[in-house]
């Protein structure tokens, strides 16, 4: 029974990522948040490519396929950290551009330690392609769980209202970074099995979707200039 609720979980996703994103395009936040919504057609294109192997291929076939995908829906969802970063400080010409630089430094240093992990790896141990993706991925989940949080303390100053579109991609990103992370942790320490945590990411990840869906229906309030004066 959980693992027929979980592939009804799992099915839900990209009918709520086509939700977003046709709120997205009627309401032409697309043009505002055009990686995003890349990210959420990637999304869309990842989940109609390996449900085939899933349901009816071999393992091996859906490993690469569920991985590789994987790989370019972290490149994405690191871009899409980019894009928020923006949008928050456009006021901010000399913050925004140092930020852009650092951006670029944190994704090279993220492929040097991923070839590094992967290249390090011996027989017996993950495949290398797995290694690299989920040292990628544990970056990105870091960042993402940072933009977060440094929004909810900073938002204030930066004039930054949290009814945002930018704050509410941020949030969903953030909340499933988090729990993800927070599983990692507790299977690490042999608190959870493998099935719990695919399971709670999830559910996490359809809540991400939902809180997405929710901010795509808001109206943005107009940002306070103020803050950055």
């Known amino acids: 029974m959980n693992s027929e609720v979980q592939l009804a979980l799992w099915i839900a996703q990209p009918v709520l990522q086509l939700c ?98 992967a290249a390090a790896s011996t027989a017996g141990e993950q495949d290398p392609l797995l290694q690299a993706v989920l040292t990628v991925q544990r970056c990105v989940r870091v960042i993402q769980c940072g933009l977060i949080l440094f929004l909810l303390v900073f938002a204030k100053y930066l004039g930054v209202s949290r009814r945002q579109h930018s704050f509410g991609i941020a949030l969903g990103f953030g909340s499933f970074a988090s729990v993800e992370l927070l599983m990692v942790a507790l299977l690490s320490s042999g608190h959870i099995t493998t099935a719990t945590v695919s399971r709670m990411n999830t559910l996490a990840y359809d809540a991400a979707i939902l809180i997405w869906l929710g901010y795509a229906l808001l109206k943005s309030p107009a940002r306070d200039a103020s803050a950055a004066c």
């Open 20 to 117: 977003v994103g046709a709120v997205l395009y009627w309401r032409k936040l697309h043009r505002a948040f055009p990686i995003f919504f890349i990210y959420l057609c990637s999304q869309l294109v990842t989940f109609a490519v390996t449900f085939p192997f899933f349901k009816w291929g071999s393992y091996s076939h859906f490993f690469y396929a569920f991985w590789i995908c994987q790989a370019v829906s972290l490149i994405i969802g690191f871009k899409v950290i980019h894009e928020i970063f923006l949008d928050v400080f456009r006021p901010y010409h000399t913050l925004k551009d140092l930020g852009s630089v650092l951006f670029k430094w944190a994704a090279l240093v993220m492929l040097l330690v991923a070839g590094v992990v």
